[in-house]
């Protein structure tokens, strides 16, 4: 069993490029997150999805746009970043999002680079 | 908004030395939870706490849930060089928040390194 899965694992992209992240959750979950983690930071959730439904959006600039085609796959789609975006982006996946046994299992995430 | 205290913020140990990190709030937690972070990988978590004054171990890690709601304790008993990484407190928002569970508010994290 691979859990949660992401990739790629690193990704270096200019302001100008259109990049995807890509996380698979082998749990049979029906909640999965988006988070970033920056240096000296706490982890900051971004968007989470419970049965392929948004149900969360922290705020986050539109330059990041989430996708969750089914509950065992999520997408981060990313276009005109900067470079205060670079960050080790997180996914995680829940059995459901409201009961407080739904623990969140976390991938090894991606180590974005923004030049 | 809710915010977690972890203590300390890092930590230089011998091998075989006990460690022990705490993780305060001025809100009350209903759930805590502790997570390891090892470099280059996502979280893992290690213990979850549902009932105050709960004390509960996962090997030589041992977790207690403060009688107060508002602290928890993590202690690692004859640290070894796989120890090392960021010690990560989070614990959900309150209903009364009008947030979902899901919602953790994540400390920043105790880095632990040890010296072998």
């Known amino acids: 069993e691979t859990g949660v899965t992401q990739t790629p694992r690193h990704l270096v992209m200019g302001m100008t490029n259109k990049k995807s992240l890509k996380c698979e959750q082998h749990l049979g979950h029906n909640a999965m997150y988006w988070y970033k983690q920056s240096a000296k930071k706490p982890l900051e959730l971004m968007f989470v999805?419970?049965?392929?439904?948004?149900?969360e959006n922290n705020s986050v600039p539109s330059r990041f746009s989430p996708e969750c085609p089914n509950s065992s796959h999520l997408f981060l789609h990313l276009h005109t970043l900067q470079p205060e975006d670079s960050a080790l982006y997180l996914c995680?996946?829940?059995?459901?999002?409201?009961?407080?046994?739904?623990?969140?299992?976390f991938g090894p995430g991606t180590r974005l680079t923004v030049l | 908004g809710q915010q977690l205290n972890q203590s300390p913020q890092s930590m230089f140990i011998q091998e075989g030395e006990d460690v022990s990190m705490n993780c305060t709030s001025s809100s009350i937690f209903n759930t805590w939870l502790w997570y390891k972070q090892d470099p280059g990988e996502g979280p893992v978590l290690l213990i979850a706490?549902?009932?105050?004054?709960e004390l509960t171990s996962n090997g030589r890690l041992t977790a207690q849930f403060g009688i107060t709601r508002k602290d928890s304790f993590l202690n690692i008993s004859a640290s070894i060089p796989s120890d090392v990484g960021i010690y990560f407190c989070?614990?959900?928002?309150?209903?009364?928040?009008?947030?979902?569970?899901?919602?953790?508010?994540f400390g920043k994290g105790t880095k632990l390194s040890v010296i072998p």
């Open positions: 995680a996946s829940s059995r459901g999002v409201r009961g407080f046994t739904d623990t969140q299992y």
């Open positions: 989070a614990g959900p928002r309150g209903f009364d928040s009008g947030a979902g569970s899901y919602q953790l508010t």
């Open positions: 706490l549902y009932k105050a004054g």
């Open positions: 999805y419970s049965l392929e439904e948004r149900v």
